[in-house]
């Protein structure tokens, strides 16, 4: 069974910053959209951004100014650059891969922000 190994998260205080990292087996990640997914206590899980196999970006209008996706083709790896976190971004956090309809899931990773 392909394995997305997700890393990072936490708690942080209201301002504060983390980032998300993801890792998946060569021959899936080349061949991937990444994306990560969140999900709050009682909420449905939500988008939260993507990057496609050539770099192109999208996100969720919730966290775009203060959200940055990337992704290391070499390493294949993907991250997730939180900026200027709120209370309302806490959730659990999935890494996501994205490949001819199929998708693939992390194993998920907790994110507070409170003070």
């Known amino acids: 069974q392909v394995q997305l190994v997700q890393s990072g998260g936490g708690l942080v205080q209201p301002g504060g910053s983390l980032r998300l990292s993801c890792t998946a087996p060569?021959?899936?990640?080349?061949?991937?959209?990444m994306r990560w997914y969140r999900q709050a206590p009682g909420n449905q899980r939500e988008f939260v951004a993507s990057?496609?196999?050539?770099?192109?970006?999208n996100y969720a209008d919730s966290v775009k100014g203060r959200f940055t996706i990337s992704r290391d083709n070499v390493k294949n790896m993907v991250y997730l650059q939180m900026n200027n976190l709120k209370p309302e971004d806490t959730a659990v956090y999935y890494c996501?891969?994205?490949?001819?309809?199929?998708?693939?899931w992390g194993q998920g990773t907790q994110v507070t922000v409170s003070s």
């Open positions: 996501n891969a994205l490949r001819n309809g199929d998708q693939m």
């Open positions: 060569g021959s899936i990640f080349r061949t991937s959209t």
């Open positions: 990057v496609t196999i050539v770099g192109a970006t």
